[in-house]
């Protein structure tokens, strides 16, 4: 027998009552027995030690790694405001893109701040079976360069996503990209390359995963292992690509993702002197491990640069503190990234020089050194 629709009516009104009591009486046992999800839990710490909140950088600094999307038609002025609040001198943008893109990049920051900004280029990896490649991109690369472009970004879609003309998977040391990176060794521009992503995004998404909230928050990161080639395979990729092209520099974006097993980083530096890296987006990593981190970075001082990735202002303060201070306990500014607390490393004079500047100097060609004290 057919509902009427009074009836239809009457009984949707119930089943929203039923479902708002039952939302009600859940929240009223959460809050008696002090239920709540762990992205509501922000706890005051009770922890009275010295703090030293740093706006801007102790020494003029390069941010090696950072996205402006617009920049052909971007107003820098504000742009620049901000940067000489923080104390950064030169920005790296490494959406620069290709062809008409690129050039108004490069004409933007030629007319307005031409020594406050260095561009890199982008390729599309997926034209590699098609008739002109290598050499229309190889062409591409050239002009790019003579144009002004001083690098190679690579994305993370190399390795992961990126597929030929048959729909396989390019590998990031696929033998028909050799030439690429060898043009970049011939033409003296680094590669600033991101493959793969943390390990723990193919791991389960369950309470013991580290990365669970941001997984939750950012279904989209989770790698299935039955889909996706697993960490080990990319990396091992990349590592192949470094040992091939001992000519060319690469800067191994995201401290190659190793930045919870610095050890393992270290052996990379120790075979490979053509690769660096830098910090974007995985402060939270050496913020944890102060005692190795300090270590590390003064150890291989050399090799590692000042990038940030995301731009927004107040997120360097981070930075400054962590690489500056001795500070003790305090926050990260994403939590899905950190849901633990930071503790500076408290770093010589000489190693921020180094890493706020000048190995970026020694990597990066372009860059007007008489911005920087060199002594």
Avoid at 275 to 282: D, I, K, N, S
Wanted: glycine residues 6%; hydrophobic residues 40%; contains cysteine.
């Amino acid at each position: 027998m057919a509902l009427s629709k009074k009836q239809i009516f009457g009984s949707a009104i119930l089943i929203l009552i039923f479902l708002g009591l039952t939302y009600f009486i859940i929240g009223k046992i959460q809050y008696r027995m002090n239920v709540m999800d762990v992205e509501e839990y922000e706890p005051i710490s009770t922890l009275k030690v010295p703090q030293h909140i740093l706006k801007r950088a102790k020494y003029p600094f390069i941010d090696v790694h950072n996205h402006q999307w617009t920049m052909p038609i971007q107003n820098l002025d504000n742009l620049v405001k901000e940067m000489d609040s923080l104390n950064m001198q030169v920005m790296v943008n490494l959406s620069g893109f290709r062809g008409k893109f690129l050039e108004w990049s490069l004409d933007n920051v030629n007319k307005n701040y031409p020594k406050r900004f260095i561009l890199f280029m982008n390729i599309n990896f997926e034209n590699l079976d098609d008739a002109g490649w290598p050499n229309e991109t190889l062409e591409m690369m050239e002009n790019a360069v003579k144009q002004g472009a001083n690098g190679l970004k690579v994305y993370k879609g190399l390795g992961l996503t990126d597929v030929d003309n048959e729909g396989k998977r390019i590998a990031v040391n696929d033998p028909r990209l050799d030439p690429i990176w060898a043009k970049c060794g011939e033409l003296g521009i680094p590669v600033l390359i991101h493959s793969g992503e943390p390990n723990s995004f193919w791991n389960p998404k369950d309470k013991h995963n580290e990365r669970w909230l941001e997984l939750k928050q950012e279904p989209g990161r989770y790698r299935d292992p039955a889909k996706v080639p697993s960490f080990e395979e990319i990396m091992a990729e990349q590592h192949n690509v470094f040992r091939k092209h001992p000519n060319t520099k690469f800067i191994d974006a995201h401290l190659g993702w190793f930045g919870n097993d610095l050890d393992r980083l270290g052996k990379l530096f120790d075979e490979m002197p053509n690769v660096y890296t830098e910090l974007g987006a995985v402060l939270a990593e050496l913020g944890r491990q102060p005692k190795s981190a300090r270590a590390f970075m003064i150890k291989y001082q050399d090799r590692i640069m000042f990038g940030k990735d995301t731009y927004k202002m107040e997120e360097y303060y981070t930075y400054f503190r962590v690489l500056e201070t001795g500070d003790e306990y305090f926050d990260y500014y994403r939590k899905r990234h950190a849901h633990w607390k930071m503790y500076g490393l408290e770093l010589p004079d000489s190693v921020l020089r180094k890493v706020y500047y000048k190995n970026a100097l020694q990597v990066i060609p372009g860059i007007d050194k008489t911005q920087f004290d060199l002594q």
